[in-house]
């Protein structure tokens, strides 16, 4: 049987875990969550924030690895950087978890449905 692949976006972690408990009774081939974000990087460290070794604002309050000078400026430019931002840490559809999943394709719409159920956005 061939397999298809879900994207599913959610607001919370635990959203996405219940819903791949549920997928779990499922044939499912692979399964991941994951948080993302519009900029990489894993973000600072609390610690060392008043030594002056942080590369742009953005990577004090939107957790960015910038890399150069630039893309500091850029990301700073951001309405998230001030804190003022009302769109959450995903952005304006507060969705930053990503749950990944490969069924086979007999499944698939048993795990659209599923993922639906849960909070998930397709």
Same mark, same amino acid.
């Given at each position: 049987? *061939?397999e298809k692949n879900i994207?599913?976006? @959610? =607001?919370?972690?635990?959203?996405?875990?219940?819903?791949?408990? =549920?997928?779990?009774?499922? /044939?499912?081939?692979?399964? +991941?969550?994951?948080? @993302?974000?519009?900029?990489? !990087?894993?973000?600072?460290?609390?610690?060392?924030? @008043? +030594?002056?070794?942080? +590369?742009?604002?953005? +990577?004090? *309050?939107?957790?960015?690895?910038i890399t150069n000078h630039?893309? !500091?400026?850029?990301? $700073?430019?951001?309405?998230? $950087?001030?804190?003022?931002?009302?769109?959450?840490?995903?952005?304006? *559809?507060? /969705?930053?978890?990503l749950l990944t999943v490969?069924?086979?394709?007999?499944?698939?719409?048993?795990?659209?449905?599923?993922?639906?159920?849960?909070?998930?956005?397709?």
């Amino acid at each position: 049987m *061939t397999e298809k692949n879900i994207l599913a976006y @959610f =607001k919370s972690p635990e959203e996405a875990e219940g819903a791949q408990r =549920k997928l779990q009774a499922l /044939r499912v081939v692979d399964m +991941s969550i994951t948080r @993302f974000s519009r900029y990489p !990087g894993e973000g600072y460290d609390p610690v060392n924030m @008043f +030594s002056g070794e942080w +590369s742009s604002l953005a +990577s004090l *309050t939107q957790d960015a690895e910038i890399t150069n000078h630039s893309a !500091g400026i850029l990301a $700073a430019a951001d309405p998230a $950087a001030s804190g003022m931002s009302d769109g959450g840490q995903g952005g304006p *559809t507060g /969705r930053d978890i990503l749950l990944t999943v490969v069924v086979d394709e007999g499944s698939h719409h048993q795990a659209l449905r599923i993922i639906e159920e849960a909070g998930g956005m397709l």
